[in-house]
C-alpha cells in the first residue's frame, strides 16, 4: 500500500514541522519529492500482469530472475517526461545541487530519446558516467532525478507483483520484483529474520542474517554491524566488498515504525558508514 504508507509519513513529517517550524534540508527534499509522487500514484490505474501465471511465476523465482523486466512497466513517456520535469523542479527549489544542473536535466528531457536512454540504462544498472557528461549534468543528480520520477511506477507496481513471490525461494541480493539494490534492511519482531528493502520500488523481500546483501559473501569474518545505545539501529558492514547498509531490528522499536521514512531518518548512519572506511551498496 504504497500510497497510504506515503500519507502516513507526510503526516509525520508535518506534524514534525509544525513543531520545530521546519524540517532539515534533506528531509524537507524528501517531503516534497514524496508528495509528488504520492500525487503522480494517485493518478495512475492499477497495472495488471496477466502473463505471471502461477508457473511462470515459480520458474522464473526458482530461475532467480525478477518477475518485472523494464518493458513490463507500461510507462507512458509523455506522462513520465512530466513527472521528472516536475522532480527537477523540485530539486531545484530544495537543493543546491539541483539548481545547479536543472537546466542540464530539462535538456534531457526535452528529448524522448535521450530521456529513454537515460531510464532504461539506470533501470538496467548501465553507468550513466558517459551519459551525463555528455550532457553536462552531475551524475549522481541524474540517478536522483530519475529514480525520484520513476518511483511512482515501480512502487505501483511492485504493490501488485510482491505477494507472487515465494519468500522461502528467492531469499537473494537484488530485488525479486524490478531487481534493484536494497538501501535499507530490517530485522522482523516475530523471529529477527532480516528482510531487505528495495531501494527503487520498495519491495520488501526476505534475506539471509549472516550474507552480505550486496556481494553475496557469507565469510564471517568480513561480516560486522554497528549499532547504537538502545541497539533499536545496526549499520550492517562487509569487508569483502566494503559496503555497509542500514537496518532497524524492529523486535526493539516502537510500534509506529514508517521503514521508507527511516531511509532519511538515519542519515547520521550514512555518515558513520562512510567514515569508517565503507560506502553505500
Known sequence: MPRHKDSLILQRLGEWKQLDGS???????????????????????????????????????????????????????????????????????????GLQDAA?????????????????????GMSLHSFASDHSVDESVLEVAIQAAMRPYLAMHAEVVLPLVNQQLWRRHWCPVCGGKADFAYLEKEV?????????????????????PFCGTDKQKSLGFLTDDAEVYRLYTCDECKSYIKAMDLRKAGTDVLLPLERVMTLDMDRQGL?????PG
Open 104 to 124: 542540464s536535466l530539462k535538456g534531457i528531457a526535452s528529448s524522448e530519446s535521450s530521456l529513454r536512454q537515460a531510464v532504461t540504462d539506470w533501470f538496467k
Open 192 to 212: 529477527g529474520a532480516r528482510w531487505l528493502l528495495c531501494s527503487r520500488c520498495d519491495a520488501e523481500w526476505l534475506y539471509q542474517r549472516l550474507q552480505c
Open 275 to 279: 567514515e569508517a572506511g565503507y560506502h
Open 23 to 97: 524540517l532539515p534540508q534533506l528531509v524537507e527534499l524528501y517531503s516534497q519529492l514524496l508528495r509528488l509522487q504520492s500525487d503522480v500514484m494517485s493518478a495512475l490505474d492499477e497495472p495488471e500482469h496477466p502473463d505471471l501465471t502461477p508457473d511462470v511465476v515459480d520458474t522464473r523465482i526458482r530461475s532467480q530472475i525478477p518477475l518485472l523486466e523494464f518493458k513490463d512497466f507500461w510507462l507512458d513517456w509523455s506522462q513520465l517526461r512530466h513527472t521528472f520535469l516536475r522532480v527537477v523542479d523540485t530539486l531545484a527549489d530544495n537543493w543546491p545541487e
